[in-house]
Structures are given as C-alpha cells and as structure tokens.
C-alpha cells in the first residue's frame, strides 16, 4: 500500500456534496488499525483515482490544518483479483529460466548414476556417499546464495547499484575464501568422514567414494564463487544469463560422462573428472554473465567486521536452516548405508530422482527472493501486492507439486532400466514409490513459503521451525535405523519432514501478525534480525 501527500489550496477542495456521492469500492482490503481509528475520527470516503490501473482502487481523507489548506491523503490499494494472472505470467517468464539452474545441478548427479549404474553397481552405491559429500555439503553454503540474492535484490529495489556492487565482491571474496577451504578439508580429511558416514567394514565403497571426492574437491572455490555469481544474476531478475551457463555445463558433463566412463573405462574417476570440469566452466560463464550486466564480476573486496556480522546477521539463520534440511538427508542416506549395498543402491537412484524433482519448487523459491523484498520493504512497498504472489506460487506449485509428482513415479516405477539392471536393486526401489510421491506432492509448496519467508527475512522463526523439523526427523529415524532397518519407513519419515516444513511455513504467512499483513513487520525498529 503506498501513500501520496499533497497539500491542496482551499479553493481546489471538490464540494462536500460530491465526496458523499462518491462511490464505495468494496474490494479494498481493512485498513491497518492506525488508520481505522483516525478514520472513525475524521472520516474516509473511497474514490478511484484518475490514472488508477483496472482493479484498483484509493482510499482518500482530507484533514483540516491550519493555514486554511487541507491535507489530502491518498492510499492506493489493488483489488486481490486484480492482475493476478498477469502475476502467473510474470512468474512464469521469470521462474521458467529459473529452473534450468535448478536441473542442471542435480541433472549432473543423475547423469552420473545412470552411466555409473550401467556398469557396477558397487560404484552406484559409492556414489551415496561420494555425492553426499559433494553435493549436500554445497548445500550448507546455501547461505551464500540467499544472502547475495536479498541484499542485491533490496539494494535494487533501493535504487542503490553502488552498494549492490560492493555487497556482490564481499561476498564473491567470502566464496573464494570458503571454496579454498572446503577444497583442502576435502583434501587432508575427506576419507575420515566417508569412513564415519560409511562404516569401516566398508573398505571398496569407501576407497571408490573418496576417489571420487577428491576429484571434484578441486572444483570447490569455483563452485561457490559461481553460486554466488548465479544468485547476483537472479537478485536483478536475469534467470537466462545463469541458465545458458548451467546448460553449456550440462552438455560437457553429460558428453564425459559418457566418454571418459562408457569409452575409456574410468568408472567413477571419470564421472568425477567431467563433473569438476564441468563445474569450473559454469562458474566463468556466470562471472562473465555479470560482466556483461555491467558488474565488476572479477573485484573481490574484504568485508569489514561491521560488514562480515551484518552478513552474519543474515546468513546464520539460513546456515541453521539449510544445514539442517541437508543434514536431515544425509542421515537419510546414513540409515540406508547400514542395510547392505543393494538397499544403499536402491536408495541412491531414488534420492537423485528426488532431488532432480524437488528442483522444480526451487524456482518457485527464488522467484519470491527476487521480487518480494521491493513489495515488502523496498521503496515501493505494497503488502497486497506481495499476498498476491505468494497466492500466485502457492497455486503454481501446488499444480507443479501433482505434475511432477505423477511424472517423477512413473519412471523408476515402469523404466528402472534406465538406472540399473540389476533386478533386486529394482525391487527395493519399487517399495519406496508410495511415500516417495508423497513427499514430491507437497515440495513445490513448501519452497513457496519457505521462499517469501527468506524474502522477508523471517529468518528466526524458519531457523527455528527448520531445527525443529531436523530434530523430531532425526530421532525418527534413528530409532527407524535401529529397530526396524527398513528402507520404506525411512522414507515415510521424510514425508512427514517435508509436510511439517509445509504446515510451519503456511501457519506463519496466514498469521495477521506476519509480515504480510503487518504494516510494522519489517520496520528497522520491529524487524531487527539476530542470528539464532
């Protein structure tokens, strides 16, 4: 809702008979409390306003001051109907680039399993591990992604380049940073943790797994300077620039793949060599992306102490948050780890199949981080607006949620040759389909909310109900890995994980105290984000 003062003469008044002639329009929103009581006082008349788009309407009060002048007060207000598939499209256009990002990653690990699947299925259970360690450990520095992509997106909506510039090279120096880090962690103790995650029995899967860790580790401060990049790209609403990178990526990983694993013979070496290379060429094409955008891609500044805690300040609850999700599918794996190597193998198909899924919420998400903050508390603020968004995703990801659902069944159950032929790995991913639909139905949904919540930074509250998930999650399947050691139940605990993640979300963007509905929500002196 945005409000417009002007001072008018006396004389410029309209008559009062006119004003209590003028028309009501019903669909206007309440007022926030504030203005209703000042209007029980003083008055309020609705009129439209000259110039107002279809579906809008104003609310106007005029105010005796002093001077003989008056006061007039105009708040504009856009019907909930109003423009909402023009929304749909907007999103749409947006999100549908978008989600090439989002496939390419996982589509890199499906690749993977699929040529490696073909040809040994004890490097198809490698891959478990290998991939937790890779992928979901990316994940953690998600909070990377989120960070730039609000602050850019809030200094945008600002007017701010300048200081879009300077937050881009802190935080491109801050993945630079933790890249090398995580490349020498890889390094000196990568075959410490697969050991703890994998089990000290398991000497060939491990061996097989850090091989192919150790590869891609060279890859790490290229692919966390290039996510930061990517989500640079995206907090200025440019999804094609990132999407031509993460395809180019694809079709070099894919061509390797079948090259260096099928031709040459190096198994699980050679899917790891193609997807390293693979990622080290995303990540230049994503700096030269924001060259072109006319952004100092290559200018790595060094936060201060004041700059790295406001960074802290918003990053540590994602950190809790992502972490959490991605610790909750490790132990996922973890529990599959300790019922053989065919049920480990199994779970490793399904997963990757899972997550080449649940990427197509993901744009979903970042559609909310880009275009929320300018309604939420950008300089043109417009709370109506932002419901109607979110209302927008909810319903495109709830069509996304029964689409990809259906889809995503349909082919490890009647095509699992495609992933293995090994016909008791077959079986045991045929027992999981039932829950695996479920938790794909509600995902896209659940990135909607989780999005608008980032987007507002609502950071607290979804640290805590994330933790809170995390924790009831993790018992469950502990106590599921030690009394029961069945695969399925495991996998009914994950849809109990993603409908809680999607019950916490709804009950805090519904709520008349949130911060789509109160005015003060995101006010400096309301709003003050602390880590958790």
Request: net charge positive; with cysteine.
């Amino acid at each position: 809702m945005s409000a417009h003062l002007r001072l008018l003469s006396a004389a410029a008044l309209p008559s009062p008979a006119p004003l209590r002639r003028a028309r009501l329009l019903p669909p206007a929103p309440p007022l926030p409390p504030s203005t209703r009581l000042l209007a029980q006082s003083r008055g309020l008349v609705l009129a439209p306003r000259a110039g107002a788009g279809a579906g809008a309407a104003v609310r106007c009060r005029c105010v005796a001051v002093a001077g003989g002048a008056e006061l007039e007060v105009v708040e504009e207000v856009v019907a909930p109907d109003a423009g909402i598939w023009e929304q749909v499209r907007d999103v749409v256009v947006f999100a549908g680039p978008a989600l090439g990002l989002w496939i390419c990653g996982p589509l890199m690990s499906l690749i993977d399993t699929m040529v490696i699947g073909q040809t040994s299925s004890l490097q198809l259970a490698a891959l478990g591990p290998g991939t937790v360690f890779c992928d979901y450990l990316c994940y953690i520095f998600m909070f990377l992604s989120v960070a730039t992509s609000n602050m850019v997106a809030t200094s945008l909506a600002n007017k701010d380049e300048e200081l879009a510039q300077h937050q881009v090279s802190m935080l491109l120096f801050l993945a630079l940073a933790f890249g090398i880090g995580m490349f020498l962690f890889t390094k000196f103790f990568g075959v410490q943790v697969l050991t703890a995650f994998t089990g000290s029995k398991n000497y060939e899967i491990i061996s097989a797994a850090n091989t192919y860790a150790q590869i891609r580790g060279f890859a790490w401060p290229a692919v966390l300077v290039g996510l930061v990049a990517q989500s640079a790209s995206l907090g200025m609403k440019d999804s094609w620039g990132p999407l031509k990178a993460l395809a180019a990526a694809s079709v070099i990983n894919g061509v390797g793949d079948i090259f260096l694993c099928s031709v040459c013979g190096y198994g699980i070496a050679g899917a790891a060599w193609a997807t390293m290379i693979s990622q080290i060429v995303a990540a230049y094409m994503m700096m030269q992306n924001l060259n072109n955008r006319g952004f100092r891609a290559f200018s790595f500044t060094i936060p201060s102490t004041r700059e790295l805690l406001q960074i802290f300040e918003l990053a540590a609850p994602v950190f809790v948050t992502m972490t959490s999700k991605v610790a909750f599918y490790a132990l996922l794996t973890y529990s599959a780890t300790s019922m053989g190597a065919i049920t480990l193998a199994a779970h490793q198909v399904m997963v990757n199949i899972l997550c080449m899924c649940t990427v197509w919420g993901e744009p979903l998400s970042q559609t909310a981080q880009s275009f929320m903050p300018e309604m939420i508390y950008g300089a043109k603020r417009n709370l109506m607006k932002a419901r109607m968004l979110l209302k927008s995703l909810v319903m495109i990801g709830a069509i996304a949620g029964v689409t990809v659902g259906t889809v995503g069944t349909i082919v490890p159950w009647l095509f699992p040759s495609l992933f293995t032929n090994d016909q008791m790995v077959v079986q045991q991913m045929h027992k999981v389909l039932i829950p695996y639909f479920t938790a794909l139905l509600v995902t896209p949904s659940v990135h909607c909310l989780e999005g608008t919540l980032l987007a507002g930074r609502d950071l607290r509250y979804l640290s805590q109900s994330m933790g809170a998930c995390f924790c009831i999650g993790t018992v469950l399947l502990l106590v599921a890995r030690d009394k029961f050691a069945s695969l399925p139940i495991c996998w009914w605990i994950l849809v109990f994980f993603q409908w809680s993640r999607f019950g916490s979300g709804l009950q805090r963007l519904v709520s008349r105290n949130g911060m789509l509905y109160n005015e003060n929500f995101n006010q400096p002196d309301y709003a003050k984000v602390k880590a958790t």
